[in-house]
């Protein structure tokens, strides 16, 4: 008898990577179901995918609870101090306790009528599915298994709430009553950064998720909270998850599923490149790929100040005899970003990055897990700095990466573009990626080892 497997999708994003580990799954020995919702439509037609968007996000209270969630999420960015006040956050936490009280009573009734041998989920801390979804495992004795590696470290998730005054926990910004408890009370929910205290939810998210015992034991480190089990996409990562306390036998390292297809083009990027440019009619001798950081939709900053940042930069490229592409998000909408297109004569690739990235002589990007794909294939990288981090980056000393934090400093690295795409042939960046595709199994062998886990767990 087969062994049931049950993978829960949570928004778009997650779908494309546990997609990618549905993939890797060996059908004729593992009995799978995978469960999707989507604030977006996803179009598949399989009789082993289930779209439940409606049962956890359009049903009538439901949608009204969201919509009002939304609402205060919009006034979040215009007034906070109204938004956080202790009536405003009392309510707000009594909606947070009814949507995730409805999501547990779901989760709870499908995972007991499946009966599932293991869970494949994408996180374990978020609002929305996944936390109701873990807690209903909990309870009815169901192995979990956290199965995302691009979403990543606290050093990510940090910028974005340092500019919020809703994570904030100090009394002089406004009175973030329920914020300076959690503070006090729960310790884990907290990270220092230049001695401000930074929550990684607000307080009155924290308080409904306590009421109802699903308060994040460690919400900092995806999987350390209510998971049984965590892939591991990197020796790195691995060794990152151990110094933030995990315990080591619940953490497996067998690769990234990610790299699967991106392997197998790399190998053969001769033949895909030619495919490549026969296909969209180029003839250029070198190809700039661009990923478009999506800033705004993260409300890191505002529309207006990112796309004259995407524009004051990516003008440098006016006069380069490259052929230019670039692609999206999957939050992005391309509506908000024709002037690449009408103004910059850019061309829009609609494709997964596996089967792109490889063939290209330069990456364009802003900070992004998308440089661990370009530490492995020996890609030269331009990373666009738009929030001023000045994050101190692994790859800063391999020659093949630059950083720039102004449309000046870009430009003068688009004028040497042609001399950063030639250290692909300098021992040193070639050493760099070298030992990078050992520290995360880049062989090819990813199927292997991940089924060798599945029998194991199941």
């Excluded at 439901?62 to 101090?81: A, M, T």
């Excluded at 298994?145 to 340092?162: D, M, Q, T, V, W």
């Excluded at 909408?333 to 089967?355: A, H, M, P, R, T």
Aim: glycine share 2%.
């Amino acid at each position: 008898m087969k062994k049931k497997i049950l993978i829960v999708s949570r928004h778009e994003t997650s779908f494309q990577e546990l997609y990618k580990l549905y993939e890797q799954i060996n059908l004729n020995e593992f009995d799978v179901k995978f469960f999707f919702a989507s604030q977006e439509k996803i179009k598949i037609k399989k009789d082993s995918f289930y779209d439940i968007s409606n049962d956890v996000y359009n049903k009538t209270l439901v949608k009204c609870l969201i919509k009002f969630e939304k609402y205060f999420y919009e006034l979040d960015k215009k007034i906070p101090r109204f938004s956080n006040n202790i009536l405003v956050s009392l309510f707000r936490l009594l909606i947070s306790i009814f949507i995730n009280l409805i999501h547990y009573k779901f989760f709870f009734t499908l995972l007991k009528r499946e009966k599932p041998n293991l869970l494949i989920l994408s996180g374990d801390r978020s609002l929305y599915l996944e936390i109701p979804c873990n807690k209903a495992s909990i309870d009815l004795k169901i192995k979990t298994l956290i199965g995302c590696s691009s979403i990543g470290r606290k050093n990510g998730l940090i910028p974005g709430r340092a500019k919020s005054l809703s994570y904030s926990t100090s009394l002089n910004d406004f009175p973030p009553l329920l914020n300076f408890l959690t503070r006090i009370i729960f310790k884990k929910q907290v990270h220092q950064r230049e001695k401000k205290n930074i929550l990684f939810s607000p307080g009155w998210k924290c308080f409904s998720y306590l009421c109802i015992g699903m308060l994040p034991k460690n919400p900092w480190v995806l999987g350390a909270s209510f998971s049984k089990y965590i892939l591991a996409h990197s020796k790195d990562y691995y060794d990152y998850l151990i110094r933030e306390q995990v315990d080591k036998n619940r953490i497996f390292f067998v690769g990234d599923q990610n790299h699967v297809k991106l392997y197998k083009v790399w190998k053969n990027k001769r033949m895909f490149r030619a495919m490549f440019k026969k296909k969209m009619n180029i003839s250029r001798k070198k190809i700039i790929l661009i990923s478009v950081p999506c800033e705004a939709e993260h409300n890191l900053l505002s529309w207006e100040v990112h796309k004259s940042n995407l524009f004051n930069y990516l003008s440098s490229f006016k006069d380069c005899n490259y052929d230019i592409f670039f692609m999206l998000h999957p939050r992005s909408k391309i509506e908000n970003y024709s002037f690449l297109v009408q103004k910059l004569n850019f061309k829009l690739i609609i494709d997964d990055i596996e089967n792109v990235l490889p063939i290209v002589d330069c990456f364009i990007c802003g900070y992004s897990t998308l440089t661990n794909f370009t530490k492995l294939i020996e890609v030269p990288t331009v990373i666009m700095d738009f929030l001023n981090l000045n994050e101190k980056l692994d790859f800063a000393g391999s020659n093949g990466f630059i950083v720039s934090n102004s449309s000046e400093s870009f430009a003068q690295a688009i004028n040497k573009l042609d001399d950063l795409m030639k250290k692909k042939s300098n021992p040193k960046f070639k050493k760099f990626c070298y030992d990078r595709r050992l520290d995360v199994m880049f062989d090819g062998n990813f199927k292997t080892r991940y089924h060798k886990l599945l029998c194991k767990l199941c």
